[in-house]
């Protein structure tokens, strides 16, 4: 197994290239490239242990790797998230995903409509927030603006944002049966006088007592 950080260009080259030239510009390339490796070694032992992170460390690298969305009273959780999605979001910045997963993080609920999933005008984009999954401070639209300014592609506008707050409650029903007697009473003939009394029982939703005459 050969170790990246051993590896030296002049000995991956043949015979016939090994003249002073080229070692020399081996040499080059080799200085540049274990400083990359070196790097890339220190940066995956920080990314692997991102979600073990204190506060004081996790607000050190948001400013070092100027970590877009950050703030410094996010709770520790969301910081050492940004922190974990930030190369990934960092190399597709200006789409969708790296909006709807940075905006994710920080707001909670997030998700990006395009403009064909609702009918709207090409370039334009709507985020709506669903305050049922995460607590939404009393205005988060400014905050939240601004993570979308910085997330967002140049060329997409935003045409608005939703926040659907939902509030706990409680819906009472009740029923009230009534068991009564209806009296009708038929009206006066001139020739005969005819008196019909009918006794109806019902329930309905209702409260009292009615007598009807009819005309």
Known sequence: ?????????????????????TRALGAAW???????????ERVSMTFA???????????HLCLSLDIKGYKADLP????????????????????KAALEDAVG???????????WEYGGQPYFFRVAVDAGQEKV???????????IMEYKNVRSWLQGITVDVIEPGS??????????TMLVIDPYR??????????LYHAMGMHGAQLIIGE
């Open 190 to 199: 001139a020739r005969e006088m005819v008196v019909d009394g009918k006794a």
């Open 137 to 147: 401070a009393e205005n988060p639209v400014g905050r939240l603006l601004d993570t």
């Open 76 to 95: 520790l959780q969301k910081k050492r998230l940004l922190i974990r999605s930030a190369l990934l979001n960092y190399s597709r910045m200006g789409t």
């Open 105 to 115: 993080i920080i707001h909670g609920g997030t998700t990006v409509q395009e403009n």
């Open 49 to 59: 242990f991102v979600m073990e992170l204190d506060e004081e460390m996790a607000d």
């Open 30 to 40: 080799d200085q540049a490239f274990r400083k990359l490796v070196d790097y890339a």
């Open 171 to 180: 819906i009472y029903t009740g029923a009230l049966p009534e068991v009564g």
């Open 1 to 21: 197994m050969i170790s990246l950080q051993q590896v030296s260009f002049s000995t991956l080259l043949p015979p016939n290239l090994q003249d002073v030239q």
